[in-house]
């Protein structure tokens, strides 16, 4: 071989590694982990907007909720999902299915767990689906501003024993430490390929959906502890008229004890949850909102196969959404 091919090939080797560096990149990245680990939390901070509500209660989320990150090297496409738990009713069922069939889909997993090394039963169960799936699983040790910076390696030491991970990665999703770095690893993983959505889209949920979900965010952080899990929302009309969008909402329990509770005193609390929901909608709608909320009870909704689809949890959307 003379010296201008052992140089021609230098250049193309050069020329392949700078396209494979350079290489568009996208794909699918679900998020899964017990209940209030901070999934919703850390995809809000990840794409950079809030989508999907937030609150300090367990399993808020109840579906599957997709957002979009574009950057110059690629495209990632968020999978939000309800936390694992042991379901006490089908709307719970509909939830478990949700986050483990949304597994199947990703090419890339982000588990998150607390900052501790107790595994518990919880965790037990996600370790062993985990060890069915084929693709990368990048650990998320979350919530890391909550403890010693030299704590947070004897978490990873006990969490690389118990599976192989791809990475670990510790971070603060509410103070945005390492989120960073946690994107730029998800992208060494994920196939080339070109984007699924364009680059001004941030999520394909319906602004009816989003809505209902800020409203249903300001009772979950406003209601006692025993109501927020046994409500829906319900949006009967959201229409434009001129610069001020109009919305009839109806707020679904399952009890006369707790509708009073959600009206409250003179329907102080019901004032209180549309003035946050309205301000939270406004901020996203960018525009005027004029909100009117009534409360409905709904005995024992969250087993009506029937009342679970009209909310938007249908289990025979699991598969095909």
């Known amino acids: 071989?003379?010296?201008?091919?052992?140089?021609?090939?230098?250049?193309?080797?050069?020329?392949?590694?700078?396209?494979?560096?350079?290489?568009?990149?996208?794909?699918?990245?679900?998020?899964?982990?017990?209940?209030?680990?901070?999934?919703?939390?850390?995809?809000?901070?990840?794409?950079?907007?809030?989508?999907?509500?937030?609150?300090?209660?367990?399993?808020?989320?109840?579906?599957?909720?997709?957002?979009?990150?574009?950057?110059?090297?690629?495209?990632?496409?968020?999978?939000?999902?309800?936390?694992?738990?042991?379901?006490?009713?089908?709307?719970?069922?509909?939830?478990?299915?949700?986050?483990?069939?949304?597994?199947?889909?990703?090419?890339?997993?982000?588990?998150?767990?607390?900052?501790?090394?107790?595994?518990?039963?919880?965790?037990?169960?996600?370790?062993?689906?985990?060890?069915?799936?084929?693709?990368?699983?990048?650990?998320?040790?979350?919530?890391?501003?909550?403890?010693?910076?030299?704590?947070?390696?004897?978490?990873?030491?006990?969490?690389?024993?118990?599976?192989?991970?791809?990475?670990?990665?510790?971070?603060?999703?509410?103070?945005?430490?390492?989120?960073e770095e946690l994107v730029k690893c998800i992208f060494r993983y994920l196939p080339e390929g070109p984007a699924f959505y364009d680059e001004d889209t941030i999520t394909d949920q319906p602004m009816r959906q989003i809505a209902a979900e800020m409203i249903r965010e300001k009772a979950l952080r406003l209601l006692e502890e025993e109501i927020p899990h046994g409500i829906a929302v319900s949006i009967e009309s959201m229409k434009e008229r001129g610069r001020i969008c109009h919305i009839d909402a109806v707020i679904v329990c399952e009890k006369e004890s707790h509708k009073g509770i959600i009206i409250g005193r003179g329907g102080q609390m019901l004032k209180k949850i549309g003035s946050a929901a309205r301000r939270e909608i406004e901020k996203t709608l960018e525009m005027q909102v004029n909100l009117k909320l009534w409360v409905k009870v709904k005995k024992d909704w969250r087993d009506s196969d029937c009342l679970m689809k009209n909310f938007g949890y249908d289990q025979k959307d699991i598969s095909g959404s």
């Open 1 to 179: 071989m003379s010296n201008s091919d052992i140089q021609e090939n230098s250049h193309r080797n050069e020329r392949e590694d700078n396209q494979k560096k350079n290489a568009y990149k996208s794909g699918f990245v679900t998020l899964i982990g017990r209940p209030n680990v901070g999934k919703s939390t850390l995809m809000n901070r990840l794409i950079g907007q809030k989508i999907a509500i937030t609150s300090n209660k367990p399993q808020t989320t109840r579906g599957r909720i997709r957002t979009v990150l574009t950057l110059e090297e690629g495209q990632i496409v968020f999978l939000d999902t309800p936390g694992i738990h042991k379901s006490r009713n089908k709307l719970g069922e509909y939830m478990v299915n949700v986050a483990e069939h949304t597994m199947g889909e990703a090419d890339v997993i982000l588990w998150l767990v607390e900052p501790t090394d107790y595994i518990g039963a919880g965790e037990r169960h996600i370790i062993e689906e985990l060890k069915h799936v084929k693709v990368p699983v990048i650990l998320v040790i979350n919530k890391t501003d909550t403890v010693k910076k030299d704590e947070v390696l004897r978490f990873i030491d006990v969490y690389r024993k118990e599976l192989e991970f791809q990475e670990i990665v510790p971070v603060s999703a509410l103070r945005g430490q390492n989120t």
